[in-house]
């Protein structure tokens, strides 16, 4: 994933994730009506089966009644997180390591994520990313707002992402951690 400056960017904030209840997508659209300088970006599917999911005529609503643009679920995620400012994931869903939270540090992007089981292992506080409280629309709108106030911290908190992705999410480093741990086993 290849860091690239913000220089000259619209600002977007995006939104990558499943269409859930529960990964802060209500969260995410509500903060769109109450922040004014930027595009919100969307990016994801429905999942028909879930229960958290969306529905098609839940997302036909809030795309009629919110300033957000919908992409549907995107194969190039990368493209569209170096085109955004900020990567939001407002979720209460019992995370592992979110994907979308490795990337967008790799890709050198401000995150903000909720203080909760595996988001908040994939910043660094305060100077990775701001952590908020979940379902909590009116901190995430402030944090959204905070960033975009103040430009050079929010470069500053990519530039950190990025140097705290390539320590602690390098592919190579997980693959030998691995490794050592299959090893352990083999040997008891």
């Known amino acids: 994933y290849p860091y690239k400056s913000l220089k000259g960017k619209e600002t977007k904030v995006l939104f990558a994730s499943r269409l859930l209840y529960s990964k802060g997508i209500k969260e995410f659209i509500e903060a769109s009506s109450l922040v004014k300088e930027c595009k919100f970006l969307v990016a994801g599917n429905i999942d028909p089966g879930n229960p958290q999911s969306l529905t098609q005529k839940d ?22 997180i170096s ?28 995150i903000i ?30 944090a959204i707002n905070y960033l975009l106030e103040d430009k050079k911290n929010l470069t500053k908190m990519g530039e950190l992402g990025r140097e705290f992705a390539l320590k602690n999410f390098d592919i190579s480093k997980i693959i030998d951690k691995h490794l ?9």
Do not use: M, W
């Not at 036909?60 to 009644?65: A, S």
């Not at 909720?114 to 402030?142: F, S, Y």
């Not at 050592?180 to 008891?188: G, H, N, Q, V």
């Open 59 to 80: 997302l036909n609503l809030f795309i009629e009644n919110y300033p957000i643009k919908y992409l549907g679920f995107k194969k190039n995620i990368v493209d569209f």
């Open 83 to 110: 085109s955004s400012s900020i990567i939001v994931l407002p979720s209460y869903y019992r995370e592992g390591l979110p994907k979308i939270l490795i990337e967008a540090a790799a890709c050198g992007r401000a």
């Open 113 to 142: 994520t909720t203080d909760n089981v595996g988001c908040r292992d994939a910043i660094v506080n305060n100077k990775t990313g701001i952590l908020i409280p979940i379902k909590n629309t009116q901190k995430l709108v402030q």
């Open 180 to 188: 050592k741990i299959y090893e352990e086993l083999i040997l008891k």
